[in-house]
């Protein structure tokens, strides 16, 4: 019926069947903890909101029939005894449905319709198409039978409670097709002419062309490179809405947003191969920065959120960028970059510095990005040495910055900044032992059995050799058989799904994996790596893992996950063929 699949397969359970620059997927999965029987279209315009139910059927019955669900980056499949439905997506906005020996039942997911939630439903007499208006999202799903037949329409222009959709089939022996778009208000009526096996190939090959650019360098030793792209690639959305630039939502499940350092793993994969789309994820909050320079805490189609913000990694990030992008930023670029980063960084200094105090503060764990680590148990607002780490990073590529641009005076002063507080670092918060945080209001400091009292690792070559040793050590103490634990498992406040208090998180890995190579821990680094890379092409991309079991826990389609993986797998291939 269809042309030969090529890609890797992958479960709906896990992994929503998406392309790239489309605000929709399909999916079983409809909220956090929420999975339905049945394939549902589900939209991100406006929130995650499930709008059609998608219900296999016997041709000629019209009963509901039991398929097994089958995906790759170009095809989406249920396959019965009887036949088989098939789906791909023609356009971001459009996918096409063909069945035989099986009919398709598309209806509503909402039973109720109320005068500001629900889907109403209609046939359009203009061209005789079915009409979804969803609440929800401000969108309009137009479904147009190609050929075959309408076998059932119910809830028809009705109003309150019940069942709203259309059946779709054909006669014994025969095909049926239809186009399912996704509209802002209205469109000329749908017609096509070409053929759905066409569809499939034009979408296998975007996908192949995708990994192609962003995994030239993948093997065998690899597996899950071709995954691991097509992750990105399906939950990257077209602008629309406040998401200036096209985005890679960090996933299609309900962690559907880009948070302002989960950007930052996502741009660096996408860096050797896709130079453009790199750019725009690094840029994309600072399109939002606000008058005192800080970043939002996270962007999505219809709300950006300042109430929290997210660590400083975007020094360190835009001088890994910087290495891995094809073509130099233009001068102009590097200007417009400079300006944003000073003010992100000034923010720091101004709006998070007490006082006469030489050092920033965290007003909660959110602005960690680590939320509930036990470093915020005793207090929330604090001086954490990652914090300290991690600007001190950012000062030094702004003073790179300034020297590339011929500010000589600016770039002196960005290193006397980084030195300066570098040293109060040291001076504050290393005890000899271990780094130490410190209450702003109370000035008590305590230890704790957290990853994040280590992240000063990701100073790497700046700091002293005898604190990175130290650190090195502490580190591999972490070191589970799959990863990181982000709470030592031996501390009586590790949590198998405690989210920072002992999971094993990407961001994590790569930054501390990149900090002791560059500090010289070059077998611990490939320890870190390996087993992290492992975990991957055995438990997925999920959000973090048990740390133990190696389970992938949370949303199951996290990118920053499947870009650490690509980040970490492209730099093993490359060690490994040198």
Not at 290 to 309: C, K, M, Q, R
Not at 421 to 440: C, I, K, N, P, Y
Request: hydrophobic fraction near 40%; charge should be negative; proline fraction near 5%.
């Amino acid at each position: 019926m269809t042309a030969a699949r090529s890609g890797p397969a992958f479960s709906l359970h896990d992994i929503p069947f998406s392309t790239h620059g489309s605000w929709f997927g399909i999916s079983p999965v409809l909220a956090e903890k929420t999975r339905a029987e049945d394939l549902h279209l589900v939209s991100h315009q406006n929130g995650m909101h499930a709008i059609l139910r998608f219900t296999p059927l016997d041709a000629t019955t019209c009963e509901r029939v039991e398929t097994r669900v089958e995906a790759t980056p170009g095809l989406l499949d249920w396959k019965g005894e009887q036949g088989r439905v098939a789906l791909a997506y023609a356009t971001p906005d459009t996918v096409r449905l063909r069945g035989e020996g099986l009919g398709l039942r598309v209806t509503a997911a909402a039973d109720a319709l109320t005068p500001f939630t629900g889907t109403y439903f209609y046939r359009d007499p203009v061209d005789g198409a079915y009409v979804f208006t969803s609440y929800e999202t401000g969108r309009r799903y137009r479904i147009t039978v190609l050929s075959g037949s309408v076998a059932e329409v119910s809830g028809s222009q009705a109003l309150g409670g019940g069942e709203r959709g259309v059946t779709v089939t054909a006669a014994p022996g025969g095909v049926w097709e239809a186009v399912i778009e996704e509209l802002d208000s209205a469109r000329l009526p749908c017609t096509s002419s070409e053929t759905f096996d066409a569809v499939v190939a034009a979408a296998e090959q975007a996908f192949a062309a995708f990994v192609d650019a962003v995994a030239p360098w993948r093997s065998p030793a690899a597996p899950a490179a071709e995954l691991a792209a097509y992750v990105l690639w399906s939950a990257t959305v077209r602008p629309a809405g406040l998401v200036t630039r096209s985005a890679v939502l960090m996933s299609k499940h309900w962690m559907d947003k880009v948070w302002s350092w989960d950007h930052c793993f996502n741009a660096l994969a996408l860096a050797s191969g896709a130079p453009a789309l790199a750019w725009d994820q690094f840029s994309l909050p600072f399109d939002h920065q606000d008058e005192t320079g800080a970043l939002p805490d996270s962007v999505t189609h219809s709300e950006v959120l300042y109430n929290f913000v997210k660590p400083p990694i975007h020094g360190w990030t835009l001088s890994h960028l910087r290495g891995r992008l094809p073509e130099p930023l233009s001068r102009t670029e590097l200007a417009e970059i400079y300006r944003r980063l000073a003010r992100w960084t000034d923010f720091w200094l101004t709006a998070r510095r007490a006082f006469g105090a030489a050092l920033p503060h965290y007003q909660h764990g959110n602005d960690s990005g680590w939320d509930n680590a036990t470093t915020f148990d005793p207090e929330r607002v604090v001086v954490t040495a990652d914090l300290a780490a991690f600007l001190v990073l950012q000062l030094r590529e702004l003073a790179r910055l300034a020297t590339d641009l011929d500010l000589p005076d600016e770039a002196r002063r960005w290193t006397r900044t980084a030195e300066a507080t570098q040293a109060a670092m040291l001076d504050e918060l290393w005890t000899g032992e271990r780094f130490v945080a410190r209450g702003v209001d109370t000035v008590a400091t305590w230890e704790s059995s957290s990853l994040l009292d280590l992240m000063p690792m990701a100073l790497g070559e700046h700091l002293p050799e005898n604190i990175g040793r130290t650190l090195a050590a502490r580190i591999e103490t972490h070191l589970t058989p799959h990863g990181l634990a982000t709470e030592l498992p031996t501390s009586p406040h590790y949590l198998s799904d405690g989210y920072w208090r002992g999971p094993i998180w990407a961001p994590a890995t790569v930054l501390i994996e990149d900090g002791l190579r560059r500090a010289g821990h070059h077998r611990l680094a490939d320890e870190i790596s390996a087993r992290f890379r492992t975990l991957c092409e055995t438990h997925g991309f999920a959000e973090n893992f048990d740390a133990l079991t190696g389970t992938g826990l949370r949303d199951r389609a996290y990118t920053w996950t499947a870009a650490a993986y690509l980040v970490l797998a492209e730099a093993h291939a490359h060690r490994d063929g040198r």
